[in-house]
């Protein structure tokens, strides 16, 4: 069968090439029912359109690339779902690379998205991330760039976050609520500024409400499940004394309490527990995990919606630089819920 091309659809329609390739391009300039006059002349004589011909003409390719440490966690996956929610919607593909935490597989999930000239890339970065060539690059190539949940402060782009201060806040203020005062926080020995935002909030509420910063209870590593669990093996074997633990995030907040557990330890009557990121785990467990929920669809919708009105915007010649900052949610259950 031969196969049918623009030019076919043009004299089926007795209309000119330009506006039948416009029209599939959805190109302002033609009319609706124009518009549809092509598409449904093109969907009966079964053409399909050459995306990579028509990109090169463009200069568009309909492609988003977005970076993420690991799909692993829920948090990720759900922001993922968000963003592909919105740009699927107005006719944009993803691209999705996981860096698992790493500065070189990051560097080669851009390289990849360069190559294949995405229209834009969102990003989260590694716990690795200290050299920033690859998004200078991005920048250099003036590939729109935004960045969600975790950023970097010092290239000041468009990004979507939420207030993680006030989320370490929140957390170490419901445990002081339910009547703990030795809390323990567990917090990252990474230089990324959301558990840096974390932690502050943490010291904050602690002297907000009269209670002494012990450097003892501030306990940073590589956070993960083990880690939680070790934090507390490890507190147990010096005598640490601590009635609540505030985790940096779920897993290491998870290996908190299935430690807890293996000791005896009644939670929440002798021990508290919240972590942070609501993952999908945390209502499933017993005690059911306390936690601040990062409204991760939310931030997903709000980054793809920030890279449209930035593509507009630049049909524009507009320039705005927009942080969106969303609040986080306290979700309250049974390992830190003192009192009913």
């Given at each position: 069968?031969?196969?049918?091309?623009?030019?076919?659809?043009?004299?089926?329609?007795?209309?000119?090439?330009?506006?039948?390739?416009?029209?599939?391009?959805?190109h302002?300039?033609?009319?609706?029912?124009?518009?549809?006059?092509?598409?449904?002349?093109?969907?009966?004589?079964?053409?399909?359109?050459n995306?990579?011909?028509?990109?090169?003409?463009?200069?568009?390719?309909?492609?988003?690339?977005?970076?993420?440490?690991?799909?692993?966690?829920?948090?990720?996956s759900?922001?993922?779902?968000?963003?592909?929610?919105?740009?699927?919607?107005?006719?944009?593909?993803?691209?999705?690379?996981?860096?698992?935490?790493?500065?070189?597989?990051?560097?080669?999930g851009?390289?990849?998205?360069?190559?294949?000239?995405?229209?834009?890339?969102?990003?989260?970065?590694?716990?690795?991330?200290?050299?920033?060539?690859?998004f200078?690059?991005?920048?250099?190539?003036?590939?729109p760039?935004?960045?969600?949940?975790?950023?970097?402060?010092?290239l000041?782009?468009?990004?979507?976050?939420?207030?993680?201060?006030?989320g370490?806040?929140?957390?170490?203020?419901?445990?002081?609520r339910?009547?703990?005062?030795?809390?323990?926080?567990?917090?990252?020995?990474?230089?990324?500024?959301?558990?840096?935002?974390?932690?502050?909030?943490?010291?904050?509420?602690?002297?907000?409400?009269?209670?002494?910063?012990?450097?003892?209870?501030i306990?940073?590593?590589?956070?993960?499940?083990?880690?939680?669990?070790?934090?507390?093996?490890?507190?147990?074997?010096?005598?640490?004394?601590?009635d609540?633990?505030?985790a940096?995030?779920?897993?290491?907040?998870?290996?908190?309490?299935?430690?807890?557990?293996?000791?005896?330890?009644?939670?929440?009557?002798?021990?508290?527990?919240?972590?942070?990121?609501?993952?999908?785990?945390?209502?499933?467990?017993?005690?059911?995990?306390?936690?601040i929920?990062?409204?991760?669809?939310a931030m997903?919708?709000?980054?793809?919606?920030?890279?449209?009105?930035?593509?507009?915007?630049?049909?524009?010649?507009?320039?705005?630089l927009?942080?969106?900052?969303?609040?986080?949610?306290?979700?309250?259950?049974?390992?830190?819920?003192?009192?009913?």
């Amino acid at each position: 069968m031969k196969k049918v091309t623009i030019l076919d659809i043009a004299k089926e329609l007795n209309v000119t090439f330009s506006t039948v390739a416009r029209a599939l391009n959805d190109h302002p300039a033609i009319s609706a029912a124009t518009k549809k006059a092509v598409r449904e002349t093109a969907e009966r004589m079964n053409y399909r359109q050459n995306k990579i011909a028509s990109s090169l003409r463009s200069g568009r390719t309909n492609v988003i690339g977005v970076v993420v440490p690991s799909l692993r966690v829920t948090f990720f996956s759900s922001v993922v779902a968000g963003i592909e929610q919105v740009m699927n919607a107005n006719g944009y593909n993803i691209l999705l690379y996981q860096s698992n935490e790493t500065l070189d597989q990051e560097k080669k999930g851009i390289e990849t998205f360069l190559q294949s000239r995405v229209d834009g890339i969102i990003a989260s970065i590694s716990t690795e991330t200290t050299d920033y060539g690859a998004f200078h690059e991005i920048i250099k190539r003036k590939t729109p760039l935004i960045f969600f949940d975790r950023t970097i402060e010092q290239l000041d782009m468009p990004s979507v976050t939420i207030d993680d201060y006030k989320g370490g806040f929140i957390a170490t203020e419901h445990l002081i609520r339910q009547g703990y005062r030795r809390i323990l926080h567990i917090s990252a020995d990474r230089e990324i500024s959301i558990f840096k935002e974390r932690l502050r909030g943490y010291i904050d509420a602690l002297e907000y409400y009269n209670i002494p910063v012990d450097e003892e209870l501030i306990i940073k590593g590589n956070f993960s499940l083990e880690f939680g669990k070790s934090v507390i093996r490890e507190a147990r074997l010096s005598g640490l004394k601590f009635d609540a633990v505030f985790a940096l995030e779920d897993y290491t907040a998870m290996g908190v309490l299935q430690q807890l557990l293996e000791f005896k330890v009644k939670i929440p009557d002798e021990i508290g527990v919240i972590g942070f990121a609501n993952e999908a785990f945390g209502s499933l467990v017993t005690p059911q995990l306390s936690t601040i929920d990062q409204q991760t669809l939310a931030m997903g919708k709000e980054v793809a919606k920030l890279f449209l009105k930035l593509k507009k915007d630049e049909m524009t010649g507009e320039k705005k630089l927009e942080k969106i900052v969303l609040d986080p949610l306290l979700i309250i259950r049974a390992s830190s819920e003192r009192h009913k």
